[in-house]
């Protein structure tokens, strides 16, 4: 990555290696990511992103398209240029958040399921350890309700 200070680099690194994991992106792709989320608001143009990661056309073009239709990265053009400028999504938090909450709505679920059936099939279990299911779905549901009203203010942030 020719593009920036090492402090930014080693930023980018670390912001990569957390993408690849908590959104299973691809290592361009999470670098890529990490570049537009610590980048101005005015963006990267496809060269630009070219030379930053030092990846091959085809490469960036790729990952540039699962970004875009994952709805992390958008592009933008400025008049009398004709080239797409590339930058994360502004609603990439909202979006993230989303992820958050869909997964832990997921959760709830089963967990409500594996209560259920605890309590119906493994009474014994149920009468002994039920309590500790029950408080981990207490707390997924507090979480829930924190992702709720944090994606509520940020929607109205981005809506003023």
Do not use: W
Request: aromatic letters at 8%; glycine letters at 2%; charged letters at 30%.
């Amino acid at each position: 990555m020719n593009c920036c200070s090492p402090e930014k680099r080693k930023l980018i690194e670390e912001l990569g290696l957390h993408f690849e994991k908590a959104h299973q992106l691809a290592p361009l792709a999470a670098r890529i990511y990490a570049t537009m989320i610590l980048s101005p608001n005015d963006g990267h143009t496809f060269d630009e992103i070219m030379q930053i990661t030092d990846a091959s056309k085809s490469s960036v073009s790729t990952q540039l398209n699962l970004l875009m239709q994952t709805r992390k990265v958008d592009y933008f053009t400025k008049p009398g240029d004709r080239r797409r400028y590339f930058r994360a999504s502004k609603t990439y938090l909202e979006n993230t958040l989303k992820e958050y909450l869909q997964a832990i709505s997921e959760e709830i679920r089963l967990m409500e399921k594996v209560i259920a059936f605890n309590s119906e099939n493994n009474k014994e279990k149920f009468e002994k350890d039920g309590h500790i299911p029950l408080m981990f779905k207490d707390y997924l549901l507090a979480q829930k309700k924190n992702l709720q009203l944090t994606i509520e203010r940020v929607s109205e942030h981005q809506n003023n």
